[in-house]
């Protein structure tokens, strides 16, 4: 039986803070995982001190008998520091911070809602639902109930008054438009609740190549390496590599190459939500070819105790340690966990970082060096569909949105065009036309068309 020597390589998992704030009626509707690539290897990395724990994951294909894996380590591993890890937890880091396309809907100009936005920049809240409920009653607002159903995460809130509600949304990463005091008052008045809702959208693990289940080391060395050239030997071409680093101070960044962050926060024409694999390879692909090969890419890279809003749930702490992370307590799973999983920005100290690196043995001709970094600013690719309004109303800021709306079609064209390489005459073809002939016929109930808006 012939045995084929496979190699994983890691990639790093970068964190990309938005820096565009959006309207929190916008909702996730793609994400460019790993099943985009072919060839995709995927490295989960803990590390803290001289500690490292490794978890592989790849994706062979074929008999199971066919497979063998040869992987360079520091210091001779003993029986009890090699076990197999759960993949389903690899997914999930895959998950939630894979770069994402984002839906927005623009809102009637002669009518503009009143829209909680989320910051990009917001605190973390790392408080527990027990010290959130504490705060939340010292501004005499309570926490009714907490539910999680399908892909959002709910609050039903009360308050005594509307100052104190206002301060707790803000401090929960909530920024409210001018006036919303006024608003949030009068129906506070009327006895009125609030539901709070975070999009929190969770892929479950499905099945697609023949996968192995992935192998899990843990092993102490001053090294904060990854071998990679052995997965060159072997290689039909190049390879595609993501790493998930896992680490207490802040982001993981290579050493003895270049860490390039992918742009970010770019809007794109709205067709892109039915091509958006096309998309991400096509401008991945751009962007290194543009660094020759020889850059490794950051898509993401954020605070593992809350996000903004969650792509798929964080990791709660049970299944951080399962990956490895073993600084946190022993309390932080079980029960505590499970708790933790219903409120999100549960006190956990973990940073992850996710890189994603294409290589070949001409182009990576060294082993991957990382360094851990003191940088905790958060970052995400994600890249933004915005639908334009296509209401009759007419209204002075009606017409001067009209008027706006060719110009930000165009700057959407031009931007898909100079991140893939297409042509923009072939993305203006798609687009189609903007302006009045888009409108769509006024379907406003028969009373709002006689009494006006």
């Not at 993949?87 to 927005?104: G, I, K, M, T, W």
């Not at 920049?121 to 607002?141: C, F, I, N, Y």
């Not at 101070?249 to 390039?260: A, K, L, M, Q, S």
């Not at 969650?310 to 073993?326: I, N, Q, S």
Request: net charge neutral; charged share 25%.
């Amino acid at each position: 039986m012939k045995l084929t020597a496979i190699f994983v390589t890691a990639m790093l998992v970068v964190a990309i803070a938005a820096p565009t704030v959006l309207a929190f009626c916008g909702f996730y509707v793609a994400k460019a995982d790993t099943k985009l690539f072919n060839q995709a290897s995927q490295v989960v990395l803990v590390r803290h001190e001289n500690k490292t724990v490794i978890t592989m994951a790849n994706d062979f294909k074929g008999d199971p008998k066919e497979f063998a894996v040869v992987v360079p380590v520091p210091t001779v591993l003993q029986k009890g520091q090699i076990r197999v890890g759960d993949r389903a937890l690899v997914e999930h880091l895959d998950a939630y911070s894979a770069p994402r396309l984002v839906e927005y809907f623009d809102d009637n100009p002669c009518t503009p809602h009143l829209r909680f936005e989320l910051r990009g920049s917001a605190a973390p809240m790392t408080t527990s639902q027990d010290k959130m409920s504490e705060r939340a009653h010292g501004l005499g607002v309570t926490i009714e109930a907490r539910y999680t159903v399908g892909e959002y995460d709910i609050l039903i809130l009360s308050a005594q008054e509307s100052a104190g509600l206002e301060t707790w949304l803000r401090d929960s990463g909530y920024r409210l438009p001018a006036g919303a005091s006024s608003v949030l008052g009068s129906y506070l008045k009327q006895g009125m609740k609030f539901f709070v809702a975070r999009v929190n959208l969770e892929q479950q693990a499905r099945l697609g190549f023949t996968y192995l289940r992935p192998l899990q080391m843990a092993f102490e060395s001053p090294k904060f390496m990854l071998p990679i050239r052995l997965g060159t030997l072997n290689a039909d071409g190049h390879q595609e590599l993501f790493v998930y680093a896992l680490t207490r101070t802040g982001r993981v960044e290579t050493t003895n190459y270049r860490t390039v962050r992918l742009p970010t926060g770019i809007e794109l024409p709205v067709y892109v939500k039915e091509e958006f694999p096309q998309f991400y390879r096509a401008m991945f692909a751009r962007q290194v070819k543009r660094e020759a090969m020889r850059a490794v890419f950051l898509e993401y890279a954020w605070d593992m105790a809350w996000c903004d809003p969650c792509a798929a749930d964080p990791l709660t702490p049970e299944e951080l340690r399962k990956l490895g992370v073993f600084w946190l307590p022993e309390s932080a799973s079980g029960e505590s966990g499970d708790r933790l999983r219903r409120a999100p920005g549960g006190p956990v100290n973990v940073f992850l970082t996710r890189l994603h690196l294409r290589y070949d043995a001409a182009s990576f001709p060294e082993d991957l060096v990382f360094q851990e970094t003191a940088d905790r600013a958060n970052f995400q690719g994600r890249y933004v569909l915005r639908h334009p309004w296509k209401g009759e109303a007419k209204c002075e800021a009606a017409e001067r949105y009209r008027q706006s709306l060719r110009a930000r079609v165009e700057q959407e064209a031009g931007n898909l065009a100079s991140l893939t390489g297409w042509a923009i005459e072939d993305i203006r073809r798609k687009v189609g036309p903007v302006g009045d002939s888009e409108r769509t016929p006024d379907s406003r109930p028969w009373w709002q068309k006689l009494f006006g808006e």
